[in-house]
């Protein structure tokens, strides 16, 4: 009976005082849910490991934000203009959220949307670009340069120069933009169409979707990289124009060429 009673009071309070109490949570709950949907993947803690080192390099575009539509600033941009290279290693304690392709390969979970977008363009034009190769982890990139140094060696190269031949096509890990889930390798999809109708339509239009032809052919001495007209970074829509038009790679981009 106690028991029952008990009850029925919670019951009729219920409305008035838990009812609130649990809509104003919904209500917070949304809210929060909101700000990470906008803010996309972009958890502060990632940011701060290069945002010391790229943010300022972010103003150095000088155009403003509007184009992207983030209207968010410079450290918003940070993360897509972070440089690895062989003089410019990754962070150690580099953390990255991925998002998995239909076809088993991931990239950066923030650039998956215009990666995708640039996609459905191409194909909607007749195009068919596949990624070839996304992230990749240290180990593996590194099992991809031992592949290379055994194939010079098969060749004839002697061990040190078999690696330092190596090396200029395949990065020594920590050295990779693969290994950022930020450089993705675009291929033809080998039915619909051919590496070069991909290259070229890549090149004309890659920009336009935030990404950069990574290592073109006039930039080697700059990049430490061979022609790759299939590597491409995203470095968002700003930086990716300014790039464009100037005609600069991304270490002129950010002035840093100091080698
Ligand atoms: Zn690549």
Redesign the pocket.
């Known amino acids: 009976m106690g028991y029952g009673r008990g009850r029925q009071s919670r019951g009729r309070l219920f409305p008035r005082f838990l009812g609130r109490v649990i809509f104003l949570l919904l209500i917070f709950c949304c809210g929060f849910i909101f700000y990470y949907i906008v803010n996309g993947q972009a958890l502060p803690f990632k940011d701060q490991t290069r945002a010391p080192y790229s943010a300022k390099r972010a103003g150095g575009g000088g155009a403003s934000n509007h184009d992207e539509g983030e209207g968010s600033g410079e450290k918003k941009e940070a993360w897509q203009l972070i440089l690895v290279n062989k003089w410019h290693p990754m962070p150690e304690d580099y953390q990255v959220e991925l998002t998995e392709l239909s076809n088993g390969q991931s990239v950066d979970s923030r650039m998956y949307p215009s990666l995708q977008k640039m996609f459905d363009d191409a194909r909607s034009q007749g195009i068919y670009p596949t990624v070839a190769?996304g992230y990749r982890t240290a180990k593996r990139q590194q099992s991809l340069l031992d592949e290379k140094i055994a194939e010079y060696e098969a060749e004839g190269c002697t061990g040190a120069e078999a690696r330092r031949k190596a090396k200029k096509w395949v990065a020594v890990p920590g050295t990779?933009?693969?290994q950022l889930g930020l450089?993705?390798?675009i291929n033809a999809d080998g039915v619909h169409s051919k590496g070069e109708e991909v290259y070229d339509w890549l090149d004309r239009n890659g920009y336009q979707y935030g990404f950069i032809r990574r290592y073109p052919k006039d930039k080697t001495g700059i990049t430490g990289i061979i022609n790759?007209p299939?590597?491409y970074r995203f470095v968002g829509v700003k930086a990716a124009k300014e790039i464009y038009r100037r005609g600069v790679c991304l270490e002129e981009y950010l002035g840093e060429v100091s080698h």
């Open positions: 190769s990779s933009e693969h450089g993705v390798d790759e299939w590597h």
